[in-house]
């Protein structure tokens, strides 16, 4: 499976986040910036549609650098904010300013994990988002990932594995890259069939998203709010990926539980060393 990993995290005290105005007022006092200016997303920005750039200068040329007079006030900004903190690694980072502490830049369309999700929503939404779009830290990227994985993540039966061993931001859901993605069964020798019956129902999770353009995904995720197309192409779905488990189908979230830990341990089985036959002491004789 994709290899899970987290978004780009800047530690620049805000110095290279803009909101759309601040944006424009930038770019109206230096437009030789705009080519470095990239959408950027966390999990709110993801969810709620809320607009927001990011100031990309890691692939800036230092002559064309020196030429913007703001940009390098910013970039001076995240060198002092560096300077300033007690963390002796922070501290390291201060020798590249215009580089992120954490960056994760795929080339290609890349799923979207958000860290936090409302315990209110059936599903947590997953989405496919592309360059030059940069994530930030409080998502889950998924480079890589083809439709398959998007159903497979999307559905009732990982969502039912998410709620029992995620953790907890109060009563919110927090994803969890080791606890909930990289120890998730996934289901084992899945025909060519099953595969091509779960990628046709993930996109019919985004068709019916696509039928509404001007609402958010968390317009389209609340529980009462949330379309009926939307709540069909799910089952749909879900009834794709059951059958890449089992053929009866499950009936309840018990279910799918019990299975799936059946599944873990006989996955985690040839993982576990055998334990050592106990020695018993011998009686002494006299």
Not at 145 to 159: R, V
Request: aromatic fraction near 10%.
């Amino acid at each position: 499976m994709p290899t899970i990993g987290i978004g780009n995290k800047p530690i620049d005290n805000g110095s290279y986040l803009f909101t759309p105005d601040e944006k424009q007022a930038f770019l109206a006092r230096e437009p030789a910036a705009e080519p470095y200016f990239r959408p950027w997303i966390g999990s709110k920005e993801f969810l709620q549609g809320i607009e927001r750039w990011c100031l990309w200068l890691g692939d800036c040329p230092p002559h064309e650098l020196r030429t913007m007079p703001l940009c390098m006030q910013r970039v001076a900004e995240v060198r002092a904010f560096r300077l300033a903190s007690k963390s002796t690694p922070t501290q390291r980072l201060a020798d590249t300013p215009q580089r992120f502490h954490v960056e994760n830049m795929p080339d290609d369309p890349f799923l979207v994990v958000p860290k936090v999700s409302s315990e209110r929503r059936a599903y947590i939404p997953i989405g496919f988002v592309s360059p030059p779009v940069l994530a930030s830290d409080l998502v889950f990227l998924v480079p890589h990932a083809t439709p398959y994985h998007f159903g497979m993540l999307s559905s009732a039966m990982h969502m039912a594995w998410m709620r029992q061993v995620c953790g907890r931001l109060e009563s919110r859901y927090r994803y969890s890259a080791n606890l909930v993605y990289n120890n998730y069964p996934w289901p084992q020798e899945v025909s060519d069939k099953q595969r091509e019956r779960v990628e046709k129902a993930a996109q019919g999770v985004l068709d019916a998203r696509a039928q509404f353009p001007d609402a958010t995904l968390a317009d389209l995720y609340d529980p009462i709010a949330m379309p009926a197309v939307l709540r069909k192409a799910h089952a749909t779905l879900d009834r794709a990926v059951d059958a890449c488990y089992r053929r009866q189908p499950f009936t309840s979230e018990r279910q799918r539980l019990e299975y799936l830990f059946a599944l873990y341990e006989t996955l985690l089985a040839p993982l576990t060393p055998a334990k050592k036959p106990r020695r018993t002491r011998r009686a002494r004789t006299t």
